[in-house]
């Protein structure tokens, strides 16, 4: 992990189009804004995880309206 000091309005460059600038803090929060391509999907993690979690069970998990006989979950063919 690379650890880098910012002070409001100061801007980190990851790619030439992408740019993460300190906004200021308020309290033990700090405000950051995020420049980068719409193609370029931006969350918080615990945003990102809850999208991957409901991805996979969309995908993966199907139960038919007939789960009658003890299986609850079945895997998607």
Known sequence: MLILTRRPGE???IREDIRITVLGFR??????????PKA???DRQEVRKRKEGERY?????VCP????????NKRAE
């Open 11 to 13: 801007t980190l460059v």
């Open 27 to 36: 309290g033990m929060q700090v405000r950051i804004g995020v420049e980068a």
């Open 40 to 42: 370029i999907s931006v």
């Open 57 to 61: 069970r969309r995908r993966d998990i």
């Open 65 to 72: 309206s007939s789960c009658d006989d003890g299986m609850v």
